[in-house]
């Protein structure tokens, strides 16, 4: 990189990267979660599970909303040295950065069946759910924008995955064909 010039991740991609693992997961971990009676019985444990879907998805889609927009307004324009981050590099990294959590939430989802059958497992779908929610709103932001927004490698985190976090001072934006993601974080086709 060139001097000043600084690493771009899309913040879409960024928070659509863990929906499919999340949804995946859960679906898996709720059918296995079937198989088990548990202590509430399959019926309540499916209700208490759409539930927990509905209220997780909701949590995860809706949490954190302001700071996206506070960030959204203040980005400022990328430099033409700017190198722009793969999506499937971003993928990638916030699947490793986040594999040991994946699993342990896979674990929790299928121990919580013993309880509650199929609970856990819709909790989890429910979360990869809401990051699939979320990230098609700040797709909504960037067509309405008409700019796409990214934020800095360095700032995502030791396990590439904090769009949000602390350490994240403001986003960038590019036109709409820069990158080879589409607004929301899906591939371009």
């Not at 929906?19 to 088990?36: E, M, Q, R």
């Not at 309540?44 to 959204?72: D, E, Q, S």
């Not at 994946?102 to 909790?123: E, T, W």
Request: glycine content about 16%.
């Amino acid at each position: 990189m060139t001097r000043g010039a600084q690493g771009l991740v899309r913040t879409a991609v960024v928070v659509r990267a863990g929906a499919a693992p999340l949804w995946w997961l859960g679906v898996l971990a709720a059918a296995i979660g079937l198989l088990p009676g548990g202590f509430t019985g399959r019926r309540i444990g499916v209700l208490a599970g759409a539930v927990l879907f509905l209220v997780v998805a909701a949590a995860v889609a809706y949490g954190r909303r302001g700071r996206y927009t506070a960030l959204t307004g203040s980005a400022a324009r990328a430099g033409k040295h700017d190198v722009l981050q793969d999506r499937a590099v971003t993928v990638r990294n916030w699947r490793r950065g986040h594999r040991w959590w994946l699993a342990l939430a896979f674990l929790a989802a299928l121990g919580s069946a013993f309880a509650v059958p199929a609970a856990g497992g819709m909790a989890v779908a429910g979360a990869g759910v809401g990051l699939w929610l979320k990230a098609a709103w700040l797709g909504r932001c960037e067509r309405n924008d008409d700019a796409l927004l990214w934020l800095r490698v360095d700032w995502l985190g030791t396990r590439a995955g904090a769009p949000v976090g602390k350490q994240v001072k403001a986003y960038r934006r590019t036109g709409t064909l820069a990158g080879d993601a589409a607004p929301g974080g899906a591939r371009r086709r």
